[in-house]
């Protein structure tokens, strides 16, 4: 609960902002939070666990609308402008409906969505099936949208998967990395802006919330690429279940879902699926890191039609 002039900020937001050299927003987030209350008639409420780039928590509008509030923790590429250009041009469609935004003050107000679907213990062919289906809500065209294309994230991410597989010591076989970046080249070269949509970026299941039977998908990271990208995302997730079935047959089976390309939604999922694994490894998130490079290994020989 807030108190008057009290901000309670979780204890993960609060280490990130002392490790980026941000005491001074810690100092005055109670003020910067009065301040929006003010500026926007707003009250503001208990605080979100479970993030670590922004101070989230409840909040009620003048007219009893409840939104939620997010003020970011400042650092470098954390401005939520690839968020905002997302939620605008979404308009409310897969994602949250965005209420307010100051940019200044790294601040946006958003509509109030209900639980996770991390916590509902939903079997993961239902979890692709809804998540597939909020991604494609999102999809749209968004020329001179200014995101990041597809083309970009795909040099980004080859970038990574280098830079950290040598400063994990080679924790997957070269093999891995080669068939990754390949996949990426690709995918690269296939980019094409008159064929490039809206993509959220990031669709897993503790980001997406559960909205009038429904789901929307919070945190987008924003990018203007092949519907395909979203699609390689979910090729990432359940590394376990996805080698206990055939691999390939989620790939078609998105695919033929959403009406796209399983070549393309194979190749990001090689991609993704070996970028997050490193990712995991480097940050301790154990077994998941192990059983995504485990998933990694043992697809790299597999091609798709």
């Given amino acids: 609960?807030?108190?008057q002039g009290v901000v309670e900020v979780p204890a993960v937001v609060r280490d990130k902002a002392r490790t980026g050299g941000a005491e001074d927003w810690l100092e005055h987030l109670p003020a910067l939070v009065s301040s929006l209350?003010?500026?926007w008639s707003i009250a503001v409420g208990n605080p979100y666990e479970g993030g670590s780039e922004a101070f989230v928590a409840e909040a009620t509008r003048a007219d009893g609308t409840l939104a939620v509030l997010k003020v970011l923790v400042p650092g470098a590429g954390n401005d939520a402008s690839n968020e905002v250009?997302?939620?605008?041009?979404?308009?409310?469609?897969?994602?949250?409906?965005?209420?307010?935004?100051d940019a200044g003050r790294g601040a946006l107000l958003m509509e109030r969505l209900g639980r996770p679907m991390s916590e509902l213990g939903l079997p993961p062919p239902r979890r692709l099936e809804i998540l597939s289906a909020a991604a494609a809500r999102i999809w749209r065209p968004a020329p001179d949208c200014g995101l990041p294309t597809g083309a970009d994230k795909a040099r980004w991410l080859a970038d990574f998967i280098v830079t950290l597989w040598e400063e994990l010591d080679h924790p997957c076989s070269e093999k891995v990395?080669?068939?990754?970046?390949?996949?990426?080249?690709?995918r690269e070269e296939a980019h094409r802006d008159e064929r490039a949509v809206l993509v959220h970026g990031d669709v897993h299941q503790l980001n997406a919330l559960q909205s009038d039977g429904s789901f929307k998908l919070i945190d987008p990271d924003g990018l203007f690429a092949e519907a395909e990208y979203d699609l390689g995302v979910l090729m990432r997730g359940d590394p376990v279940e996805l080698l206990g079935d055939d691999p390939l047959h989620r790939a078609h089976w998105l695919a033929a879902r959403t009406g796209l390309d399983p070549v393309a939604t194979w190749e990001w999922g090689v991609v993704e699926r070996l970028s997050t694994g490193l990712l995991c490894t480097q940050i301790h998130l154990q077994p998941l890191g192990r059983d995504t490079l485990r998933a990694a290994e043992a697809v790299t020989d597999l091609t798709i039609q």
Avoid: N, Q
């Avoid at 997302?86 to 965005?98: F, H, N, S």
């Fill in 37 to 39: 209350e003010s500026d």
């Fill in 1 to 3: 609960m807030k108190l």
């Fill in 177 to 186: 990395v080669d068939h990754a970046l390949s996949s990426a080249r690709r």
């Fill in 85 to 101: 250009t997302v939620l605008r041009l979404a308009e409310g469609e897969g994602c949250p409906t965005l209420y307010r935004f």
